[in-house]
């Protein structure tokens, strides 16, 4: 094998620039749809049909077709649009959608907005009754309980299962290298991989890089768990 290519300054700078493409993707996702998710997880636990019915059509939508496919409709589909094409330069909101890293980025906010709000409202769901029994008969409203008792408890819960859905979206960003002039980590290697014909020293780098993201994320979730759910671990009985 040949990683002397990989070492070479303009193979290392083409990887830290899709490294660096990729965390920022990958963490403009995680904000927008954790920002979108509070208020849809809040509306999929209604008892009202009128809200939680909409949710869970657009959480069942995004989770059950490929994210790649929902790439092809945002950049392809909506980005080509003469509709939105011709006001590009008009508005703001539609200016977006001729800038390749716009139409990757709502695309994966989209997608992991559907998965966490599924995630906190089975959260919500199983927050202790006595919890709540407790903050209602210490004569918090109900908004008050839902701000202070329910929504902390839930978002402490969730940890290890968002832990699981960021990893998967770090892995995700990988598919941003199917939207034309945008350098991801996959993207990289397949350049590399273009320019010499070292498939494997190129996608091994790549997963390398994947993989040391991927510990460097398992480390910080496990230190939030220790932090915010020290409470959930069984105690040792005194002998």
């Known amino acids: 094998m040949e990683f002397d290519v990989i070492l070479r300054p303009e193979s290392l700078r083409l990887f830290w620039e899709g490294t660096l493409n990729s965390l920022t993707l990958l963490l403009v996702c995680l904000v927008l749809g954790g920002l979108l998710s509070l208020p849809l997880a809040l509306a999929r636990v209604s008892p009202r049909l009128g809200l939680r019915g909409p949710v869970w059509l657009f959480t069942y939508v995004m989770r059950g077709t490929p994210l790649l496919i929902q790439v092809y409709l945002i950049y392809y589909g909506l980005g080509q649009l003469e509709y939105i094409q011709n006001r590009w330069d008009d508005s703001f909101l539609w200016s977006g959608f001729k800038?390749?890293?716009?139409?990757?980025?709502?695309?994966?906010?989209?997608?992991?907005?559907?998965?966490?709000?599924?995630?906190?409202?089975?959260?919500?769901?199983?927050?202790?009754?006595?919890?709540?029994?407790?903050?209602?008969?210490?004569?918090?409203?109900?908004?008050?309980?839902?701000?202070?008792?329910?929504?902390?408890?839930?978002?402490?819960?969730?940890?290890?299962?968002y832990s699981n859905e960021v990893i998967m979206m770090l892995h995700s960003t990988s598919l941003a290298s199917a939207v034309p002039a945008l350098l991801d980590i996959t993207g990289a290697a397949r350049s590399i991989y273009s320019d010499f014909y070292l498939p494997f020293e190129a996608f091994i780098t790549a997963g390398l890089i994947y993989l040391s993201l991927t510990l460097v994320l398992v480390m910080l979730f496990r230190l939030a768990e220790k932090r915010w759910l020290a409470h959930l671990r069984p105690r040792q009985a005194n002998v």
């Open 99 to 161: 800038e390749p890293f716009f139409c990757a980025a709502l695309a994966f906010s989209l997608n992991t907005c559907a998965y966490t709000t599924e995630l906190l409202a089975g959260s919500i769901r199983h927050v202790p009754p006595g919890e709540i029994e407790a903050a209602r008969a210490c004569g918090l409203s109900r908004w008050a309980c839902l701000r202070r008792i329910v929504l902390p408890s839930a978002l402490r819960r969730s940890l290890p299962g």
